[in-house]
């Protein structure tokens, strides 16, 4: 395989809340560890309290780790040090938010919203305008001159999503990251802008890291997927494979219900532990597999190589029951 | 299940001027679930509400006619109204996540609401809510938390106890699982089927999610554009004889396990909330769109229990 | 925006009398005589050769509170619009970086806001030279605080928004960010604090000079009020030396009231004339039947 676009290696990132004598630990991710390829979409999903948005936004230099690397073709980004990136490192990441409606600036118009990107990047110039008609158009939305001067209030849903795609890649990025882009979206429209992120990853040979909690949208979409919980990853592996025989038992719950079935689940509802977690797997107070071995000492990975897309690791002690 | 508890008959409503609801017909029975779909500009929160009269300035309501167990909701003035509500028909509220005040506890809220429908005496309040709290499987400490304190899943079974408290006929519960994660809301889904077999209330479940209702509700009335145009029992959505919008929004979802096709979404773009048009408002999308599509589209009925707005389908038929 | 003003009643109302007060205080001054001129006996009640009377030391009471408008309204304009801005950059950078910034600049904020403010100002106005340099200082110093409170809560809440992140993502500078992107949102908050922050201008200025603490020498709504008090106006009936000045600072400050309401109306759809009134309680949803 070559080598990955972004490879992020033993990521945490943590939270203190509350302070006086004895502050608590939020842990919103630990020792992530994944990589991104070009042309390829990893799906980061989890429940919410998992840890994904977190990842996503600590790759988009939003938020800082407290440990771990994250790296762009073999140069490490100072994710731990500090939330200041030159316009050259910004470039290469950009993201996608969930909301659309809060994603744009209700004053300003859509033209000023690509010609930012476009002008701090130096791809401004005299042909600004149609430029970022052009870069519209590149994302659905046609003619694009004719949104240019429109205000967000006016586009419906869909559309203000297209013109976050269309600012996210004004810059070229390298790196696309999703936050749930369709969350919230109406169900016909979702499907058109997943396909409109798989169609521009290939033809810009971006990598895209797509945070969602929609499992079948991203069997869909993903090549690979993430599975999360309580900050940690229990499984990841190729999407179709990790989606259509999970390996981990939260990997089994998540699907079980996700599949709008009345069978019974393999385990209740519960909260993952993030807040002064205990050691051993945060899933084993919810496992009916569990044993004792589960709730003390560190779990070890599972690693199965599979002919593409990487290898299929399960962290867990019984994997596969 | 023939003891029909809400029934919407040509309902009509607009804001202001703007006609948003253009003569859309429901009926549930008891201990049943109706599954209410339709995208964002549809209508569905409107049809409900707009039914039971819950929403406020500048709505109107513009024709047609609610009877609730078997009183019209119309002739009713502010007093008769209040006493149904609640009593008769209990709303579970879009966010109810967030509807919950964040100033008072969950038993000053539940006290509020007994109070409010005349249960003056304190000793039965307090009985009254810890069942409410045990009804939904929370401790009756729940009732000393602010909602704050409690997890999304917890705060909308706080959400349902409350709807429940005075046994109410009818529960409407206008999306109420959008904002939580699928196991929680497995959770809730199974609740609420627990609690109407117990209870035997009606239930109206709206929602934008169409594949959550094909296994959960009995049946599903699919709303496009402010009319209904749909409604058939579960296991007959999306088949052959049904509407082409209903076929293209299950198409457009992302296929399960197992199945073999490729999603595709419906091409074009929904009316806003408030275009209309005297005909079919689907037709610029639909793909077998003829110039018969140009008449108003009635609801006909297929069999007993399925009904198409699409002339294509349901052919002459009244 | 300065449409919807416009058609807004209250603010149109506003507006047309605040206008009216600036018109003549730039424009009034060429069309009365000299009101530091001795015109005629002092504390003469109004007739046809002085429309307003005389004050009690003969000068023309029209003249003085016509050419006192332009003191009083200019200082207060340019100390409002002054307030705002120094609230707006600290409570915006307090708000927009956090942290230590925050910390330390909430502090000032806070102490600025817990020393006394009317003491304060009688202190600092009797020990700087008279003069509209000093009142304005006096003025602003006092006045800074509460505004950049309110400036750095909004501009809090908008940091966390979407858009924000959007845009530092794509490379904007903090300043850029701040100034393009966060304070255009908060338009129709900093349009109503230059409102306030001039109602506040005015009536503290004309305060500090009823009390003798401005420039005594200058004509000014709040100097020919001080003056009118100090010549025995009330003990001699002579209404008419401070009645035309009050009424001119009432109208005023009326006027700033009418256009905030209008800009909160305008801002706010659920606060516009029609809507919220009525009986307590949920009112169903009318049904009106077309025939």
Redesign the interface.
């Known amino acids: 395989m070559t080598a990955p676009l972004l490879r992020v290696t033993d990521l945490t990132v943590q939270f203190t809340r509350g302070g006086g004598f004895r502050p608590r630990i939020l842990r919103a991710a630990h020792r992530v560890s994944f990589d991104l390829h070009r042309g390829e979409v990893v799906a980061l999903v989890g429940e919410s309290g998992s840890g994904k948005s977190t990842i996503g936004r600590v790759v988009a230099r939003l938020l800082q780790a407290r440990s771990g690397t994250v790296a762009l073709d073999g140069r490490e980004l100072p994710v731990t040090r500090h939330l200041r990136a030159d316009k050259a490192t910004r470039s290469r990441v950009q993201m996608i938010f969930q909301d659309p409606y809060a994603s744009l600036n209700p004053v300003h118009t859509i033209y000023h919203h690509l010609a930012r990107p476009l002008t701090l990047h130096g791809h401004g110039g005299t042909h600004l305008r149609s430029t970022a008609a052009a870069l519209l158009e590149s994302a659905g939305l046609a003619p694009g001159d004719a949104f240019l001067d429109r205000k967000p209030h006016a586009l419906s849903g869909g559309q203000r999503q297209r013109v976050a795609i269309a600012r996210a890649l004004a810059p070229r990025p390298d790196v696309l990251v999703a936050d749930e882009p369709t969350a919230s979206l109406d169900v016909s429209v979702r499907m058109e802008v997943l396909l409109l992120l798989r169609r521009l990853l290939e033809a810009r040979g971006l990598g895209v890291l797509l945070i969602t909690h929609d499992l079948a949208a991203a069997r869909w979409i993903a090549d690979r997927i993430v599975v999360l919980y309580a900050g940690q990853v229990m499984e990841q592996g190729p999407a179709e494979s990790v989606l259509s025989s999970p390996q981990h038992p939260y990997t089994q719950l998540l699907v079980a219900a996700a599949a709008h079935t009345s069978a019974p689940l393999p385990a209740g509802p519960g909260a993952p532990p993030v807040i002064d977690p205990p050691p051993g797997c945060p899933f084993a107070e919810r496992c009916r597999n569990a044993t004792t071995a589960c709730r003390t000492g560190t779990i070890p990975d599972h690693i199965r190589p599979t002919t593409h897309a990487g290898p299929w690791v399960t962290r867990c002690l019984h994997p596969g029951s | 299940m023939n003891d029909v508890v809400l029934h919407i008959q040509d309902l009509r ?1 607009a804001y202001g001027s703007t006609a948003v609801l253009h003569g859309a017909s429901l009926r549930v029975s008891a201990g049943e679930v109706l599954g209410l779909v339709g ?2 500009g549809s209508g569905k929160s409107t049809l409900v509400q ?1 039914a039971l ?5 500048p ?5 047609g006619d609610v009877i609730l167990d078997g009183q019209s909701l ?1 002739d ?1 003035d ?1 007093a008769g ?2 006493r149904m ?1 609640w009593n008769t028909v209990s709303l579970v509220p879009q966010n109810a996540l967030n509807a919950l005040n964040p100033m008072l506890t969950i038993g000053a809220h539940v006290d509020d609401t007994l109070l409010a429908h005349g249960i003056t005496d304190a000793a039965d309040r307090r009985r009254r809510a810890i069942d409410a709290m045990a009804l939904v499987d929370l401790l009756p400490d729940t009732l000393t938390a602010h909602p704050h304190m409690l ?3 917890m705060r909308q079974r706080v959400a349902i106890a409350l709807a429940l408290l005075l046994e109410p006929r009818l529960v409407v519960f206008d999306e109420p699982t959008t904002a939580l ?7 809730i889904l199974d609740r609420i089927r627990a609690l109407q077999a117990e209870r035997g209330f009606a239930a109206v479940f709206i929602t ?5 209702l ?3 509700a009995d049946r599903i009335a699919v709303l496009y554009a402010g009319r209904v145009v749909e409604v058939a029992p579960a296991r007959a959505l999306g088949g052959p004889s049904s509407h082409p919008y209903t076929v ?2 299950l198409g ?6 197992g199945e073999d096709r490729t ?4 091409a074009g ?2 009316p ?1 909330a408030g275009q209309t048009t005297p005909g079919c408002a689907f037709a610029p999308r639909c793909t077998h769109a003829s110039p018969k599509c140009e008449e108003p589209q009635a609801l006909r009925a297929l069999t007993d229990h399925h009904h198409v707005a699409c002339h294509r389908v349901a052919g002459e038929r009244p | 925006m300065m449409r919807a003003l416009w058609e807004n009643p209250q603010a149109r109302a506003g507006l047309v009398v605040f206008g009216a007060m600036l018109a003549v205080a730039l424009v009034g001054p060429f069309l009365v005589g000299d009101p530091d001129a001795f015109v005629a006996r002092p504390l003469s009640p109004p007739s046809m050769d002085h429309l307003l009377g005389t004050t009690g030391q003969g000068q023309d009471v029209l003249a003085q509170t016509v050419v006192g408008a332009r003191t009083t309204l200019g200082l207060g304009v340019l100390v409002g619009l002054l307030v705002v801005a120094i609230g707006s950059v600290v409570g915006g950078l307090a708000g927009y970086f956090g942290g230590k910034v925050d910390e330390l600049l909430s502090l000032l904020i806070n102490v600025s806001l817990v020393l006394p403010g009317l003491p304060l100002m009688v202190v600092l106005a009797a020990y700087l030279p008279a003069g509209p340099g000093s009142m304005a200082a006096v003025l602003v110093v006092t006045g800074w605080a509460w505004n950049a409170r309110v400036v750095r809560s909004q501009v809090l809440s908008l940091r966390k928004r979407d858009f924000v992140d959007a845009a530092i993502v794509a490379g904007e500078s903090p300043l850029r960010v701040l100034v393009v992107e966060i304070l255009p949102n908060m338009a129709s908050l900093l349009g109503g604090a230059v409102i306030g922050a001039t109602t506040y201008a005015i009536g503290a200025q004309v305060g500090l000079e009823f009390l003798g603490l401005g420039d005594l020498s200058a004509i000014t709504w709040g100097t020919n009020l001080y003056w009118a008090t100090n010549d025995s106006a009330l003990l001699t009936g002579s209404w008419w030396t401070f009645v035309p000045t009050g009424a001119a600072i009432a109208l005023t400050g009326f006027a700033l009231a009418l256009l905030n309401f209008g800009l909160d109306g305008v801002t706010n759809p659920a606060l516009a004339a029609g809507a919220g009134t009525g009986a307590p309680g949920p009112q169903p949803t009318p049904v009106r039947r077309s025939p």
């Open positions: 409503v995208e964002s707009g009269r819950m929403l406020g300035r709505a109107v309501i513009t024709g119309f009713l502010a109204l209040r509500w997890s999304g899943g994660d699928v196991v929680v809301e497995r959770d934008h999610d169409i594949s959550l094909l296994t959960f293209g929004l457009a979802l992302p296929p399960k396990l999603a595709v979404p419906i773009v929904a806003r």
